[in-house]
């Protein structure tokens, strides 16, 4: 098991570093420049230009190791990554869109916000019945760090299903805001899935769960790989194409391990960012202007305060990590005394 995932990032590291050093001078040929928000930080102006859409080279790698390295998984009948691939992807098309819009037009817009939720919310009902239809998914919530499980009607966890994916998804979208911190933040999150899934499968209760560790494992290594572009300064930025297919492989791998409420701790950076936003806006308008931050998402606000966009990944990463270990400690034993509430 273990030297599967080992091969899983290894595999989807290099088959993305290999397309990085194709894509990139291929997108800079075809002027397909990231254009920055005039209301950002003044010094992101020298960013102007920089390549977008390179989150194509992650998704590459991990496509690639999904097909070839799952044989085995494919051949018993488990599709598990090959479902969290096909969602992710999905979200990936709806950000390729709106990339487009954007170089297309020159503008740091794309597709509307009415056009990205009727698209987001179709991929995400297509997520859920395709898990629940192989039989991977049920409609309880399993609450970590207190091993219960809540049951819930069928209608209310779609509802709520649907509410996590298109919230989760948008915030990953929402911290990839500087160099390299949605990619960083994101490999101890891919790491932990990866752990969970190897230590589930050790024992006979849990399983069956080595595609989505083999898939998690890819996500983390095709990271990794895009990160040698993507730190600062960047090379290329992942795009709306990298930022929507990484958030649509975030949450379809909790759902595809049946527990999406382990996106609360695993995902805090994302929430906390998000929540910066939220009140920064709500905020805004109910006192008619003032702000409570400098500039939302938080990282910005950080940048303006005096922060670096090194520190800022360095800090950022460091607490996705302690959360991931902590997330792992707390679910690694599910399938051991579990209560049902």
């Known amino acids: ?14 088959v993305t570093v290999i397309t990085g050093l194709v894509l990139i001078p291929a997108l800079r040929r075809m002027k397909a420049g990231q254009t920055i928000r005039e209301d950002g930080p003044t010094w992101h102006a020298s960013k102007q230009g920089t390549p977008t859409m390179g989150g194509l080279m992650f998704i590459a790698g991990i496509t690639a190791m999904c097909l070839l390295g ?17 969602f992710s992807l999905l979200f990936g098309l709806i950000g390729f869109l709106d990339d487009y819009e954007k170089v297309k037009k020159k503008r740091n817009l794309g597709l509307t916000a009415l056009q990205k939720l009727a698209l987001q919310t179709a991929a995400a009902a297509v997520l859920i019945f395709l898990l629940r239809l192989e039989g991977h998914l049920s409609s309880n919530l399993y609450v970590p760090f207190f091993n219960v499980t809540v049951r819930l009607p069928y209608p209310v966890y779609l509802v709520l299903a649907v509410f996590i994916i298109v919230g989760c998804v948008n915030a990953v979208n929402i911290t990839d805001g500087i160099d390299g911190l949605a990619a960083g ?62 958030g649509g492989a975030v949450c379809a791998t909790a759902f595809a391990l049946d527990m999406p409420l382990v996106l609360v701790p695993l995902g805090l ?39 670096g966009e090194r520190r800022i990944f360095t800090v950022f990463t460091a607490v996705s ?21």
């Open 1 to 14: 098991m273990y030297i599967h995932l080992i091969l899983g990032f290894a595999g989807s590291f290099l």
């Open 70 to 86: 799952g044989i085995d998984e494919i051949a018993a009948g488990d599709y598990r990554h090959i479902i969290i691939l096909v």
């Open 185 to 246: 933040v994101s490999v101890p999150v891919a790491l932990c899935y990866a752990a969970i899934s190897a230590a589930w499968s050790a024992g006979t209760a849990g399983a069956g769960y080595g595609s989505v560790g083999l898939f998690s494992s890819a996500m983390a290594g095709g990271l990794v790989g895009f990160l040698i572009f993507n730190f600062y300064p960047a090379k290329v930025f992942m795009g709306d194409t990298g930022s929507l297919f990484l």
């Open 269 to 307: 950076i994302y929430i906390v960012e998000t929540l910066s936003d939220i009140i920064q806006v709500t905020y805004f308008k109910l006192s008619h202007g003032k702000r409570i931050f400098k500039m939302a998402p938080i990282h910005h606000h950080l940048e303006l305060s005096g922060w």
């Open 321 to 341: 990590t302690a959360v991931a270990i902590l997330t792992y400690f707390a679910v690694r034993t599910r399938f051991t005394g579990m209560i049902s509430g």
